[in-house]
């Protein structure tokens, strides 16, 4: 259970990337104050959460109502992730779950409250991590209660990363820089790429014992 733990942290960390959150938040709060910062930090990291763990919760029961074999999700889930970590790798720069974080950035200008759009959706909360905590929660359920309750851990463990990422991010762009953000997104897309890869094998073992059955 220790080792599928770690890999469900690795997995979320890597495909929220805080690292990449952190200069999109640093550009667009440039001119607020320090407690106006945290308030869309905290704000926006509590949407996330809320977001993460009802998907982890509900989208399963989702995915039985609508009859979807857990195999079917965990290749077509897996995929979305390769073309995320694809993304990451070859892109001039950007996070998995938004590889256009100069345009969000630039349209985030017409909205008010930047805690929920781009911070939380689709950048801290997007397609890609949904994703990953519904596949991590119908494999934890196969396992144990304690290794639910370690997804859960391992949610609230990602996005308390990612707060205090925000609330340091002038100070880590200062020590990091934009090549350093770059580098860091593309070493995540790599092991991202074979978390992916190792999902879509996993999958399609399942399917060839089902097929022999």
């Known amino acids: 259970m220790n080792e599928f733990l770690l890999q469900a942290f690795v997995m979320l960390l890597v495909i929220i990337n805080p690292f990449a959150v952190v200069p999109i938040f640093v550009s667009l709060t440039r001119n607020d104050s320090v407690s106006v910062r945290r308030k869309v930090a905290k704000k926006a990291c509590l949407i996330s959460i809320t977001l993460l763990l009802s998907f982890a919760f509900a989208g399963d029961m989702l995915l039985d109502l609508m009859r979807i074999s857990p195999e079917a999700f965990r290749i077509t889930g897996s995929l979305l992730l390769l073309l995320a970590a694809i993304e990451m790798v070859l892109s001039k720069g950007g996070c998995a779950d938004n590889s256009q974080n100069h345009d969000v950035s630039s349209d985030a200008g017409r909205y008010e409250d930047i805690s929920v759009y781009p911070l939380s959706i689709p950048l801290l909360s997007g397609p890609g991590a949904l994703t990953t905590v519904v596949l991590l929660m119908r494999e934890a359920t196969e396992i144990s209660f304690q290794a639910v309750s ?22 880590l762009m200062r020590v990091i820089g934009i090549t350093g953000t770059n580098v860091l997104t593309r070493v995540c897309g790599i092991i991202l790429a074979a978390v992916s890869i190792d999902g879509i094998l996993k999958g399609l073992i399942a399917v060839f014992k089902l097929a022999k059955v």
């Not at 990363?161 to 609330?167: A, K, Q």
């Open 150 to 171: 370690g997804v859960v851990c391992v949610v609230f463990l990602v996005i308390a990363i990612s707060w205090g990422g925000l609330l340091l991010g002038d100070r």
